[in-house]
């Protein structure tokens, strides 16, 4: 009985899809991003932490966008200060087991990976052993829409890759190959410009080779409350997430919630008491 | 810990990347606060001041209070002047006026907001904290943020939002965001608007009033009780924003406060440490303990800020802004400095040895005759039609204008 109601609970659990709250991070404090090009300051990461906690997100995701291959040893003491019970999910810098560890130590549960994703497969295998393939996801920046969805280049150049158009079938592959349980897509070049998101087309149903993979799909960069909505009516996603826009209203991210209901998507989420 | 990164100065005007509200550059290396500010030039300003006449013109048709439409924070600088004016007149709006009290008023300071009163016919509500807990208040901030201020801010952010929400007024109007007029947080057109997190991030510098209580200190809950911000639901029941002015015209103190003086008469007096004669002229502390701490603090003053704000405007150089820094960031704090140190309870070897803790300590300065006679034009063109602010030394301000010795000789 006990466990059939334990499954009821799970199932109901699983059914909604989440609302994440990006905080991006750049020299250990909060920026705006505008494509990973520009940045604003956004104040204390402490402060950014405990802010979407009190708005109940689903999910916060911290994004350190220093690229520095090392985790900022200030980040995992700025989260145990916050305190936060929100589940919290870090990408940035993430290279081995001893950055992971440190990150759980300091209260993280999820981790997004993208350099050693795409480089390095064999150490993502190494940490899903380590904390289980339920706790990985896969960053892959995106530009262009539909058949013409290519990897970010300065990742593509990163990475050694030739050309700026990678082939479709390979990112797929790689995807599909990784141990991880979701894969973040973000709209490289509209990150931070909202309402600007571009990957799917006007009518975002121009997914390409993005509906080929066999993973849950969080999508980021340049969301409205509308655009969100609507990706959330496709049973590929599992979350979407807002950054910038978190800085500029109170509580926008409820009010994000509030449109979900005119795209005929609220009933995805939660709706959360305010406290 | 932070990470420290190489110091670097924006191209253009004297901020560096150690601002405590972080500063970012592009590749040109103009600085995000630069980048903001020529928004002011480029922006259609007509068709924003219409942005924000029809948000008005919904608060006033879908009000829940009476009488007010919103309520408007001031403080006793001629720029608030300017700023009621923009709301009653201009936007046709009925302010609720509130202000709270610094304690360490400047009599200029009282005798604008008394004239705010008189020129506009507005209501004004002031709010005072109990002196004694607000004493022990500044006390516990100077020990744990080296900041005499943060009770003040505290309070000056909490108290119009707590207003809205117990009078059921649902728009609370600020002047300006200071994040995105110093270091361009925002851009204008992302029209900003009052959130707990940038209050606590920036105006409180990351400690909240909750975090005030400690059994290690003899701060309770009920010190605090009236500096915490309302609860979310209370803003979302009551349908509460709070917008900037900053947004919807293009914001000049100093052309503002000049406009308030020619029309309102407004009063300005000279300030110590500065040259800015409109500027913070209402607190007696501002340009006196707590400018002294900023230097320490940041290696900078606020006579930067003002700095920085003419170079933007293009009514200094930047060559002729660095002497002057030089020049009044090695200024005396004037006779302010011993009276507040009296009302603390601190010696003034007290307040050398906390001065040694912090990390920037001023030597070398040049002197008045080594400014040129720009330098000295540009400094004589501010309007000083008061007295000065230190004119009156007692922090604690009975009834309008009256100080302590006037209260006893009446008595």
Redesign the interface.
Known sequence: MEELYFAMCSKIIMAYKRLVGVIPV???????SYGYK???????V???L??LE??NADEILLLDISRQARI???IP?LIKKSGIATPLTYGGGIRCTNDVNTLLAAGCERFVLETIAFNAPEKVKELADLVGAQALIASLPLTGFGASLALEQYYAKRFGLAHEVLDPSLICRRMNELPVSEVLVIAFNREGYSGSFNLLGNDLCEKGFLSDINKGIIWFGGLSGNIAGRLLNDPQTTAVAFGNS??????AL?AIRGEFSRTGSAHHVRRP??? | MISIQPKRECRQCLYTNRHPFGLHFDETGLCTGCITHAEKTSLNWDYRFRLLEKKTARIRRNKHSPYYDCVLPVRGTPEYFFVVDVVKNRLGMNPLIVSYNSQFNSGIGIKNLDRIRDVFDVDILIYTSNPVTYRKLVRESLIRMNSIRWPYIAGETSFPVYTAVERDIPMVIWPYHQPTEQVGMHSYEEEPEMSRRSRASFDLMGLEPEEMISSETTINESDVYDLRYPAHYMLKRHRITGIYLSNYLPWDPRRFSEESIERFGALSGMNSRTFDTYDRIDDMTYMTIHDLLKYAKHGYSRVTDNLCREIRFGRITKDDARDLQSFYQAQAAGPGLDVFLDWLGMTNEALDWFFKRLPYQCNGAIGASELSVAQHSFVNSFVRNGPDVMANDHFILYGKGLDCNEVINII
């Open positions: 750049k020299d250990g404090r909060v920026v705006k520009f940045c604003r300051p956004a104040g204390d402490v402060s950014a405990r802010n009190r708005w900022d040893p200030a003491m978190n800085n500029e209203k109170e509580l409820t008491l305010l406290r």
